[in-house]
């Protein structure tokens, strides 16, 4: 599967997952459950992973649309069953 953002579509999508990160941040302070809150350091990582392979696939890609705007192509998305 192939995935193509525009630059606007990977904003939007780099910020929600920003939004969720913070988010999970508060949580894991939050919580008393250790093994609950590694599970959400864990997921926070991953969050922080792709928001910055979002970054630097933008900053490297000389793909545009019609009206000038960075391209981001996403190959090879997995999703849980």
Same mark, same amino acid.
């Given at each position: ?9 990977? %904003?939007?999508?780099? +910020?929600? /997952? &920003?939004?969720?990160? *913070?988010? $999970?941040?508060?949580? #894991?302070?939050?919580? !008393?459950? %250790?093994?609950?809150? +590694?599970? /959400? &350091?864990?997921?926070? *990582?991953? $969050?922080?992973?792709? #928001?910055?392979?979002? !970054?630097? %696939? ?5 793909? &545009? ?14 999703? %849980?069953?």
């Amino acid at each position: 599967m192939e995935i193509e953002l525009t630059a606007e579509e990977s %904003a939007a999508l780099q +910020q929600a /997952l &920003r939004v969720y990160s *913070s988010d $999970l941040r508060m949580e #894991i302070v939050g919580t !008393d459950n %250790a093994s609950f809150r +590694q599970d /959400l &350091r864990n997921e926070r *990582s991953t $969050l922080e992973s792709v #928001i910055a392979k979002l !970054d630097e %696939a933008a900053a490297s890609s000389n793909r &545009r649309d019609d009206q000038g705007r960075v391209i981001v192509r996403m190959i090879g998305i997995w999703t %849980a069953d």
